[in-house]
């Protein structure tokens, strides 16, 4: 995902789960099931509130009920396997590298759901008919399916924190080097792998059982868990998938590695620098502000799963910020840019992060950073204020069960929750509670030995990461968008408040920055774990929350066991550590600029989140706010117009019209971000796939999310090979070609 600024689930938007559930299981004959739902499933898209008055109702699957048992379904004797474990923590390996790589490029990273789901089933699957019983033989169904996606999800998580806070610390010079601090790095991500996933449990029951939250990205993965095994034709059609994925994948690892050497050709064309060089010289205005079409796979394929509104709110900000704002903050004086090279008058760079006089003569990115982050504040908690009803009922329910342990209370038996999973199935209170109590030890531990953080402070942090909790899991749970970085910025913002004048300024920027990530780490995870989708980081501030949120909504769905999954995450958030550690640390040997301000403007990493959290840690902690009287004007300004658009959402716009209001976490991200490419690609991923559902749904139904994961996977991984080929210094900034790259210097 979210989160604009933290993460987006894979799907376009709540409805278009809704009203596009793909059913792929065709009836072949009135013998195949007896199962109601699969006399419906044709392999069309439908429509489920608006379907044709001739199918009958209750041959639809609803995201608010468990799916019904097909009769003919094989019982699962297993549903914790170690070949599920195994394989999705494999998966999930490769979707953490991934997310490292599209964090630091972009601030966004991107759940394993259904990545996990379709190439688990096409690894299990033969798998399980080739292999005898004693090597990992046997029937592979759905619930297994599940905890193999389970896996996948959690391994994949935790890269956020190597795309906001750490670089941000870095870039301060409040840490050595990334393989200097290896232990540090390793011990700090393993104090947010767990909270989220504990604090999901006690989550569930309100959100997916109670209120029954959509989690569009979950509900995706659950129907195609089911198209994969339920119907006679199951498997050809899990084979369509799995060919749609396998190519997409290919195709964008393969794009990404070879235009290494040839990036002016094949992968950014710079249309502004070529009309400048053949004689339009008012076109490298265009250039100078970074108005380059990118053919990114991978954000194409986010495009297609955001949806619409996200994509061209993220445009659409783009445009606002880097096509009118900054032009008019420069010509009136208000920010200056750099000049590039003298021998191309006019080639200015407007996209850098000059900090020598940040307040006096700032340059349009430092300025333009303060309204973007003061939308993504005031937007987020806007839509916790207008949900405050729904939040406090949560604590009441949450903490009953603690209160009746020291009083008797009468409670009334319409209030209680029905929980259709066995209570062997269930994971027991003494589990997750007990995982939050060594979680804290262990915490507090790390945080005061190796980065000498007050117990108090720590302790604040966790606080913050379960009220935040709340916040991605309703935002999650009804937009597919968690907006985790916002999260994360605002407990800086209180820590910072605390600690100010009490340290040293170096130490309180770092104990600022380990705070932040700490309540971003367990926020994030926990919404994931009720649902399940692509996050998208721009601001990310707790992974753990999102992703477990996310598989608990598919494992209801499904009737799967929640304790197996809960051990299914519990060994892939294992793997996430090591992963996610490992590709920063290859990362930043490959390309240093990640962690130092020197060479921003022209690094292949522009990390836009680590902007935003340097810039909160200096503000609470200088003796002024470093910020210029006019951005500071602008971004209260643009706080005050996200309160009123968020509170007239509520009030006077009818819920399914919520998606012609722009998002405004969308829209604060692309401020932050100092790049137009990827806002580009996602408004044209999005158009493509509106088309395309529009025209071709039953092509859409069948290859649309197969594809746009292929086409991230594929990607992300490509970086990573790129990143190899960096530090073996065979690289394209090496052997490359420099034509279509403005100024004839290698644009890779």
């Not at 394993?112 to 089933?121: E, P, Q, W």
């Not at 207008?386 to 949450?398: G, H």
């Not at 590709?583 to 902007?611: R, T």
């Not at 009123?644 to 969308?666: D, G, I, Q, S």
């Amino acid at each position: 995902m979210a989160t604009i600024g933290g993460a987006v689930g894979i799907s376009s938007t709540s409805d278009d789960v809704v009203d596009y559930t793909v059913h792929n299981i065709e009836k072949d004959s009135r013998d195949a099931s007896t199962d109601p739902s699969i006399a419906a499933e044709k392999g069309e898209v439908v429509d489920i509130r608006r379907i044709d008055s001739k199918v009958d109702d209750s041959l639809l699957l609803s995201h608010e009920e468990q799916f019904p048992i097909d009769p003919d379904e094989i019982f699962e004797e297993q549903q914790f396997t170690a070949r599920a474990v195994i394989v999705g923590c494999m998966l999930g390996g490769v979707i953490a590298a991934s997310n490292v790589y599209l964090g630091l490029k972009t601030g966004w990273t991107f759940g394993a759901s259904l990545f996990g789901s379709i190439f688990g089933y096409a690894i299990l699957k033969p798998l399980s008919k080739a292999l005898p019983a004693y090597l990992g033989g046997g029937y592979f169904g759905p619930k297994e399916n599940v905890c193999c996606q389970s896996a996948a999800s959690a391994a994949g998580s935790l890269g956020l924190l190597f795309t906001s806070g750490f670089p941000a610390a870095y870039q301060l010079g409040l840490l050595s080097t990334p393989k200097e601090d290896i232990g540090k790095l390793i011990t700090f991500t393993a104090c947010c792998a767990y909270y989220g996933m504990f604090f999901a449990i006690p989550l569930r029951k309100f959100y997916i059982l109670k209120q029954k939250l959509v989690f569009p990205s979950a509900v995706a993965a659950a129907h195609t868990i089911r198209s994969l095994h339920v119907g006679k034709n199951a498997e050809a059609n899990a084979r369509k998938k799995t060919r749609a994925l396998v190519i997409a994948f290919c195709c964008a690892i393969t794009l990404r590695v070879i235009s290494e050497y040839a990036p002016g050709v094949l992968w950014d064309w710079h249309y502004g620098w070529t009309a400048y060089r053949l004689g339009w010289n008012w076109m490298i205005a265009v250039e100078s502000w970074n108005w380059v079409w990118e053919w990114t796979p991978a954000f194409i394929g986010v495009g297609m799963l955001t949806g619409l509104n996200a994509s061209w709110s993220f445009f659409g900000g783009s445009v606002f910020a880097w096509g009118i704002i900054g032009p008019a903050l420069v010509t009136t004086g208000k920010a200056f840019g750099t000049a590039v090279s003298a021998e191309y008058p006019g080639y200015m760079n407007y996209m850098g992060m000059v900090m020598d006089d940040p307040v006096g003569a700032p340059t349009p990115r430092y300025w333009l950073v303060w309204p973007g982050t003061m939308l993504l504040l005031c937007g987020s908690f806007a839509e916790l204020g207008a949900n405050y009803r729904t939040l406090y009922a949560s604590f009441v329910q949450m903490l009953s069960p603690l209160f009746s342990r020291f009083r008797q209370i009468k409670i009334n038996e319409d209030d209680l929750i029905y929980d259709p999973a066995p209570a062997h199935e269930q994971v027991p209170w003494w589990m997750w509670s007990g995982g939050i109590l060594i979680s804290i030890v262990f915490s507090c531990l790390v945080l005061a030995l190796q980065y000498g953080q007050n117990v108090g402070i720590t302790i604040l942090s966790i606080v913050f990461a379960f009220i935040f909790s709340f916040i991605g899991a309703e935002s999650t749970g009804r937009t597919n968008i968690t907006p985790v970085t916002s999260i994360g910025n605002a407990s800086q913002l209180v820590i910072g408040g605390i600690t100010r004048g009490h340290y040293p300024v170096q130490d309180a920027q770092l104990l600022n920055l380990a705070g932040g990530m700490l309540a971003l780490g367990a926020s994030e995870q926990s919404a994931d774990m009720l649902g399940e989708y692509v996050f998208f980081n721009t601001h990310v501030d707790d992974a753990s929350t999102n992703i477990y949120s996310h598989s608990l909504k598919t494992t209801h769905l499904l009737r799967a066991s929640p304790r197996v999954q809960f051990y299914a995450q519990s060994v892939g958030a294992l793997v996430s550590i090591f992963m996610s550690v490992g590709m920063y640390v290859l990362f930043s040997s490959a390309y240093p600029c990640i962690n130092s301000l020197e060479g921003q403007a022209h690094c292949s990493f522009p990390a836009p989140d680590v902007g935003a959290w340097r810039a909160i840690a200096v503000a609470v902690t200088a003796p002024t706010l470093p910020i210029p009287p006019s951005s500071g004007y602008t971004s209260i300004g643009f706080g005050i117009l996200a309160v009123v658009v968020t509170v007239c959402k509520y009030r006077f716009v009818p819920v399914e019209k919520h998606v012609w209001v722009p998002n405004l976490n969308a829209i604060g991200i692309a401020f932050i971000l100092n790049t137009t490419t990827y806002p580009t690609a996602m408004a044209f991923g999005a158009t493509i796939c509106f088309l395309w559902r529009r025209n071709y749904p039953m092509a859409y139904g069948m290859y649309c999310y197969a594809i746009a994961a292929g086409f991230i996977a594929g990607e992300g991984l490509g970086g990573i090979v790129g990143a190899i080929l960096q530090v073996a210094k065979v690289s394209g900034n090496l052997y490359g070609s420099v034509v279509g790259c403005p100024a004839f210097e290698y644009c890779g």
